[in-house]
């Protein structure tokens, strides 16, 4: 069985967000899916199976972490079709059937892919008490992301605060489902990038996640707001580092980025 490690949201090698692909002809049980996706190690684990023709998606897809099932994943799922599109497994946009409703994936002429994503409804909420300790900053603005993800918000002073960040990961999983996403505007936006921030997911065994592709659903609608235009461009300052073209479309958002294929290797067991 091939699996493949995928390097998301990078144009090189050993940047971005690994995840590892497999593609399958049904899904196994669930014990197994989660035994290879703690084999692989990575934050996410992408495993897709073809469905028949003429339905409203072309393949099911599921992401595990290590430690369980989540119900949305961008990295991944860009890891997952940049496979599909490199292999000629499937030609075109990729629709993909998830605990999310269908995503669809589309390649761009410069090789990106854009993935469709539901926008995650923002519903803001005082800062719990202690989350500035945990996390080392002080909340500027607190926001709840919805049920998709299950994550709290945080606006920081500044970038700098952000880069600096060294959180108590332990203390900060009792604040959120899934974890906290920070961010802040960008210093220097002629550095590319509009708005940066970081992502902690502990509650899913992932301390710090490299490029959070589903937090950039709500990275998007809270900085197009603020920054007052509706296509902007995040960095996700992970020790890896990762860049996350946005565009917020209503009740939809696009994200584009890049991949590459740094591991095609055979699963034995």
């Known amino acids: 069985m091939r699996i493949r490690i ?6 090189r090698p050993f940047a971005g967000n690994p995840a590892g692909v497999l593609l399958l002809d049904s ?13 692989v190690n990575h934050a996410e684990t992408a495993f897709a199976h073809p469905l028949p023709a003429g339905g409203e998606a072309d393949w099911a897809l599921r992401w595990f972490t290590p430690t369980t099932e989540v119900a949305l994943c961008g990295h991944a799922t860009l890891a997952a079709a940049h496979v599909l599109l490199t292999t000629g497994a499937h030609r075109g946009p990729v629709r993909f059937t998830t605990r999310s409703g269908v995503l ?17 409804p923002l519903t803001p909420v005082a800062a719990p008490n202690g989350v500035a300790e945990a996390l080392g ?22 970038e700098r605060t952000v880069l600096g960040l060294a959180p108590d990961h332990k203390a900060l999983a009792r604040y959120s489902k899934r974890g906290i996403i920070t961010t802040a505007r960008a210093e220097d936006p002629s550095q590319g990038y ?38 902007l461009t995040g960095l996700q300052a992970s020790p890896r580092s990762g860049l996350v073209r946005t565009e917020l479309r209503g009740e939809r958002t696009l994200l584009t980025g890049h991949a590459v294929t740094v591991v095609d290797g055979e699963l034995l067991a």
């Not at 049980?29 to 084999?39: G, H, I, R, Y």
């Open 6 to 11: 995928v390097d998301a949201f990078t144009d």
């Open 27 to 39: 899904f196994p049980d669930d014990a197994w899916l989660q035994n290879v996706a703690v084999e």
């Open 104 to 120: 669809v994936a589309t390649p761009g002429d410069d090789g990106s892919i854009t993935l469709d994503f539901p926008t995650a």
């Open 137 to 158: 900053a002080e909340p500027l603005a607190t926001f709840d992301t919805g049920p998709n993800t299950g994550d709290l918000l945080i606006e920081v002073a500044d």
């Open 194 to 231: 509009d708005f940066v921030s970081r992502c902690f997911f502990p509650n899913v065994g992932i301390d710090e996640d490299p490029v959070t592709g589903s937090a950039h659903t709500a990275l998007a609608p809270f900085w197009s707001e603020r920054l007052g235009r509706t296509t």
